[in-house]
């Protein structure tokens, strides 16, 4: 049965409530005379969810009167969105947080606002507000929505404003949103994760799952479309479980059929899903809906079945392959991607042997690889981790060799085929230009028209290891 707690949204007097202060917001902007064309900076790491937050308060900055750029020196605002994956995430930010207070102390109307998953942790708030005191606003990943808010408060009063509120997993529908690209387009449809993976951090700083409802995901997909997008990315951290909680019955599939229906020329992808909630009605309709993109992006994290079961991933070596030749079955042109932890705390060579045997009898066309990292208060934080960093690298790179004569094998059986492809913009060899086909290949190829953001078919004539080289097929 599924789980039937009813997802919460910000009430809609709260959005109303933040929409008066971006008002106030640019009211405030456009009297200062050295704040007239007010200009943002905003760096977003880590994952596509973030680029997709970003993209929200990027809306919200718009409103208010901000324009973007590319260079922090000339910034009047500058937004940090974290990462708390992998402690070399964090590293980063604290190196470039570091580097902020020289522009501070040449600009003291500078604003400096930090925001999402690392700074969502307890001690990493107070490590800023201790070591970082330039940093004027600091909020976590439950109150995205109050940005306004957060700026009207250091605009008008000057204090800082530190807001990491984790006890409310609501969803703000109706904010603005700035999109990055023009025709590539990022549409979340679910937040959260209840998955509780050992190694994990992201159900501590992310909060409990939510989906959004499925007609607010239709209608932004719907505006999309309209707006001339050719690819949309519906994002999630579990989106095979897509509308548990949701007060309509609904599961991913039943959504991707509904996006799919949409009339227009555009492809549809998905990330992320886990094994354990793909269903074999999942692949049927990847099969049937004719714009989804024929790629599975699904992380297996290990081949070995001790090390699985430590993860708390709650699937099997062998379920996982049986899903995966049930892919292979029903579409025969299917890409398959996936994420691998290697050097789990207590994992053995020959377990980490059982991985690389998977990735070989997979034979996916890429794959995320990271060496584990050690993320405080999860639960694989407390296992005795014995096999140094040194010896990881050394298994690391096995793996990575290992996948790489897969990948170009793959690359080499696309040779002389015809790939309908998405031009993503100019190669960097002059007259080239780089697609994406829908089994997420990058394919060069040769042009005499700029055909970014347009479908285009090409023929493979070369492989490299990781992409392949095509011709144009003129109609
Ligand atoms: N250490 C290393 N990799 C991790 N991932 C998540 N947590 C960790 C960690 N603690 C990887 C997983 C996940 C991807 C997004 O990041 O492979 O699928
Ligand atoms: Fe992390 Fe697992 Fe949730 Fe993915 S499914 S975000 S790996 S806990």
């Known amino acids: 049965m599924p789980d039937k707690k009813i997802v919460g949204f910000v009430p809609e007097d709260e959005i109303l409530r933040q929409k008066e202060y971006i008002e106030l917001v640019r009211v405030i902007l456009s009297s200062r005379a050295e704040l007239s064309s007010p200009k943002a900076f905003v760096h977003t790491y880590g994952c596509q969810g973030n680029v ?16 973007f750029t590319d260079n922090s020196e000339e910034a009047d605002l500058i937004l940090f969105n974290t990462c708390a994956v992998r402690e070399h995430a964090e590293d980063r930010v604290f190196g470039n947080v570091g580097r902020l207070k020289a522009l501070k102390e040449k600009n003291k109307n500078l604003i ?3 925001c999402g998953c690392m700074v969502q942790q307890e001690e990493v708030k107070e490590k800023i507000r201790k070591s970082y005191s330039f940093v004027d606003i600091l909020f976590g990943t439950r109150v995205f929505h109050k940005l306004p808010e957060f700026i009207y408060r250091k605009l008008s009063t000057g204090d800082k404003v530190f807001d990491i509120t984790s006890n409310s997993d609501l969803i703000a529908e109706n904010m603005p949103v700035h ?7 990022w549409l979340p449809i679910m937040y959260g994760c209840d998955n509780f993976c050992s190694y994990c951090i992201v159900p501590y700083v992310r909060g409990r799952e939510r989906s959004r409802r499925s007609e607010d995901i239709l209608c932004e997909a719907k505006e999309i479309v309209a707006a001339g997008y050719k690819e949309i990315t519906l994002l999630g951290q579990n989106v095979n479980s897509y509308g548990k909680g949701l007060d309509e019955e609904i599961d991913f599939s039943e959504l991707l059929k509904k996006i799919n229906d949409i009339e227009g020329n555009f492809i549809i992808r998905f990330m ?12 049927d309709t990847i099969a049937s809906c004719e714009k989804v993109s024929s790629h599975l992006h699904l992380p297996v994290q290990s081949g070995n079945n001790r090390v699985l079961g430590m993860m708390n991933r709650k699937y099997t070596r062998e379920e996982y392959l049986g899903l995966i030749a049930y892919a292979k079955a029903k579409i025969p042109d299917i890409s398959l991607t996936s994420d691998i932890i290697v050097g789990f705390p207590g994992e053995t060579y020959e377990e980490f042997c059982d991985t690389v045997s998977l990735v070989k009898e997979v034979g996916y066309t890429s794959l995320f690889t990271f060496i584990y990292s050690k993320r405080n208060g999860t639960k694989a934080a407390a296992l005795p981790d014995e096999i140094s960093h040194k ?18 094998k793959r690359c080499r059986e696309m040779r002389g085929k015809v790939y309908r492809c998405l031009c993503e913009g100019k190669a960097r060899n002059d007259g080239e230009y780089v697609g994406r086909t829908s089994g997420n290949v990058i394919i060069e190829f040769t042009s005499d028209r700029d055909l970014t953001g347009q479908f285009c078919d090409v023929k493979v004539t070369d492989t490299l ?11």
């Open 179 to 185: 999109r990055d690209g023009s025709f590539k387009a």
């Open 52 to 67: 997709s937050d970003s993209e929200r308060m990027k809306g919200v900055l718009s409103e208010m009167g901000y324009i």
């Open 272 to 283: 992320t899903s886990h094994p354990k909630d793909c269903s074999k009605k999942l692949i």
């Open 112 to 114: 400096i606002a930090l």
């Open 465 to 475: 290891t990781w992409i392949v080289k095509g011709e144009l097929c003129e109609e």
């Open 391 to 408: 010896e990881k690298t050394v298994w690391f790179k096995e793996l990575t060799d290992a996948q790489e004569i897969i990948a170009e």
